[in-house]
């Protein structure tokens, strides 16, 4: 069955380069999130969309971290001026609606290691 | 701030054993406690335990939460070499849909 798709599966950059991270949650899923695990700990959240906008960002670090949901299915997370801190696997997640009591179903995640 | 803690933070066990893995949380208007496994990048879900649903259970795996405590345990037993993992607790507030992530409990299962 079609599960949330993420590509590239890993992205190595050069510090201060942009990257662009895309998701693809399950069809018919309206909220989608971002979250960023780094080695040895738990997903930290980054952001959550209901349908196209960004329903809420306080996860988003600073301002060099953008993410875009424009046609309400496909998301994809910017990174500019990537830091050597940006290295984590980033993982989607998506659910069917973002109310009541709906499980996140995730990604394989995009390994981004900035050199 | 909320907050999710595992522990241990690695177990390592014989197949055929039984494991308890913990999980306690600190957060505002909690509305469920999540649990997943991590095998290679993606979390798979588990269980979700609710105020009206402490208890779960799907075969060899079940999971109980003690809201006065502010906690909850997955159990494993007979453990097999493929339930060798990294399992991860989370919380949902009411107000809002993200997740908070304990940092997990690495599992390994020996033959």
């Known amino acids: 069955g079609a599960g949330v798709s993420q590509t590239p599966s890993n992205k190595v950059t050069e510090k201060g380069k ?4 895309r998701c693809d949650p399950i069809s018919g899923h309206t909220a989608l999130y971002w979250y960023r695990q780094s080695l040895g700990q738990g997903p930290e959240f980054l952001i959550y969309f ?4 960004a329903a809420d960002d306080s996860g988003l670090p600073n301002d060099r971290f953008f993410a ?4 309400g ?8 001026r990537t830091e050597r801190g940006d290295s984590a696997v980033y993982l989607c997640a998506s659910s069917i609606t973002s109310g009541g009591y709906n499980e996140q179903f995730f990604g394989p995640g995009t390994r981004l290691t900035v050199l | 701030e909320d907050k999710v803690v595992q522990s ?3 177990l390592v066990v014989h197949e055929g054993d039984t494991v308890t893995l913990n999980c306690s949380y600190e957060v505002t208007n909690f509305r469920s406690l999540l649990w997943y496994k991590q095998e290679k990048k993606a979390p798979t879900f588990l269980f979700m335990l609710t105020s009206s649903g402490i208890e779960k259970k799907s075969g060899r795996l079940s999971s109980i939460l003690d809201k006065k405590e502010l906690s909850s345990i997955l159990n494993i037993t007979a453990t097999q ?8 607790c989370a ?10 992530f304990g940092g997990g409990t690495r599992l390994m299962v020996k033959p």
Request: no cysteine; charged share 15%.
């Open chain 1, 73 to 80: 299915s496909v998301s994809t997370l910017k990174i500019q």
């Open chain 1, 50 to 53: 209901q349908g196209t906008g």
């Open chain 2, 8 to 10: 241990p933070l690695s």
């Open chain 1, 68 to 71: 875009v949901r424009p046609e």
């Open chain 2, 91 to 100: 919380v949902r507030r009411n107000a809002g849909n993200m997740l908070t």
């Open chain 1, 18 to 21: 942009y990257v662009e991270l």
């Open chain 2, 81 to 88: 070499t493929g339930d060798s993992a990294i399992y991860l």
